[in-house]
């Protein structure tokens, strides 16, 4: 298949789609609508229908031998690609070693903890008291840090907010159109009966407010930074005069699987000093953007606020086992009662192994710069393409590794993200009305493969 998409759609190309749909893709697809309920498919995906056997860097293979680009990275999950060496032989390692452990402690999770705690800017008992006597500088001392480990972001989600509320008894401010999770929030719903002390149901309240700032559709019609972030005064207003109701803000640094929409670095800052200001607790989700995938291990730093507490998930496992974390001021989740937060399958020993060595990559192997680069390319031939204006496409944007098209229609995006997909290229159909496509490429991506798909 010629990789080079713009714009050609061959007899050979419509040839190879024709009997994808006839031949074994479409009897697995029969065997998934009889034996898989309707909610697990996606069928405004141009991609969904397919069925993928194999998978290697970059790239996918389906049960027909078709090969495909894969600039989705299970949304962010495999952050390294499909199959990376080190990863894989770290994993292989720790099978060999010790099987499945729950809740007890192993070398690999209390290092793994430590070393969360200072990439979320956190500091350890111990020996923040230790720095503070070398520097004289206990005034200005650093939180202390901590973290509870699960298995799903969700449940991350819902940990984070068990110990907001504990720790602050109030309501969870919450932005529209942000996503967190799918699960009925299990803090909510006492579906066993337990010895171990919990907390009441009765507690948690949960109220979404003013829409999350979207620069491209805004609807005031205006213009950032001209704007003075009008969009967000409705929440700092809020936020200042009813601050004693609250005992969290939940954010997304940005949208991660409503679109990687981007909004300016001020909304956070103003944010970060009301919340301070009025002892909220602000709750970073960087399941999606964090680790790397926007040039940084938080894109809530590279905007340069601080949270309170930082939920972690997807690309920390590697793109081969679940888990997550939430990682953040010690006396707040150290409100959470003692045996009243734990799930089977959070931090194994797998799962701890493959996350220290992701985190290993990260600190001394090349990626985040290369992020860095491979996004700029994105944009920079998507925003300069002379066709750009017949693909409908009103604005190009991301931050590190994150290529983002805002298209004028949903119709418009539709129709290009089955261009790409007819080509072999997958990518999200997404944001809050399906008028973007984001691209997110492994880090790994190599220049061959990009100039194969895009380049040639």
Not at 26 to 37: D, G
Not at 178 to 196: L, M, N, P, R, V
Request: hydrophobic share 45%; proline share 5%; glycine share 8%.
């Amino acid at each position: 298949m010629r990789y080079c998409f713009w714009p050609k759609q061959t007899e050979e190309l419509e040839r190879a789609l024709k009997l994808r749909v006839e031949a074994v893709n479409h009897s697995w697809m029969q065997r998934h609508a009889a034996a898989l309920a309707q909610t697990v498919g996606r069928p405004h995906d141009a991609r969904f229908g397919i069925v993928f056997v194999r998978g290697a860097g970059a790239r996918l293979w389906d049960v027909d031998g078709h090969e495909f680009f894969d600039l989705t990275c299970g949304f962010s999950a495999a952050n390294f690609g499909h199959g990376f060496a080190s990863i894989l032989q770290i994993a292989n390692s720790s099978l060999q070693q010790i099987g499945h452990l729950t809740s007890d402690a192993h070398p690999a999770k209390i290092e793994l903890a430590e070393q969360l705690v200072s990439i979320c800017g956190f500091a350890l008992a111990g020996r923040e008291l230790q720095s503070q006597r070398s520097t004289g500088e206990a005034s200005r001392s650093t939180p202390m840090g901590k973290v509870i480990f699960n298995a799903t972001g969700a449940r991350a989600i819902e940990t984070a907010w068990k110990a907001a509320v504990a720790f602050r008894p109030g309501k969870l401010l919450v932005l529209s159109p942000g996503f967190h999770g799918k699960s009925i929030a299990t803090s909510q719903i006492s579906a066993t009966t337990s010895i171990e002390p919990s907390l009441a149901i009765d507690q948690f309240e949960l109220e979404p407010v003013e829409r999350y700032p979207y620069c491209a559709r805004c609807p005031k019609n205006l213009v950032y930074p001209s704007c003075s972030v009008a969009c967000g005064e409705r929440l700092f207003q809020k936020l200042e005069q009813q601050a004693a109701d609250y005992s969290a803000l939940l954010v997304e640094p940005a949208l991660g699987a409503r679109g990687y929409v981007f909004p300016p670095d001020e909304f956070f800052l103003r944010l970060r000093a009301i919340t301070q200001n009025n002892g909220v607790l602000m709750i970073a989700d960087e399941i999606q953007t964090g680790l790397g995938r926007c040039g940084a291990w938080l894109l809530s730093h590279r905007q340069a606020w601080q949270p309170d507490l930082v939920v972690l998930g997807k690309s920390l496992g590697g793109g081969v086992t679940p888990i997550s974390a939430v990682v953040g001021r010690a006396e707040v989740l150290d409100a959470i009662p003692c045996g009243a937060e734990s799930e089977t399958f959070a931090a194994t020993p797998l799962a701890c192994a493959v996350a220290l060595q992701v985190i290993a990559e990260l600190r001394m192997g090349p990626w985040m710069a290369r992020g860095e680069v491979i996004g700029e390319q994105l944009r920079q031939w998507f925003d300069q393409h002379p066709k750009r204006t017949a693909w409908g496409i009103n604005k190009v944007e991301g931050i590190g590794c994150v290529c983002a098209l805002e298209l004028e229609s949903k119709a418009a995006a539709a129709e290009l993200a089955s261009t790409l997909f007819r080509a072999g290229v997958l990518v999200h159909l997404t944001g809050p009305e399906q008028t973007r496509i984001v691209l997110l490429p492994p880090l790994t991506i190599s220049d061959d493969e990009l100039s194969r798909v895009f380049f040639h």
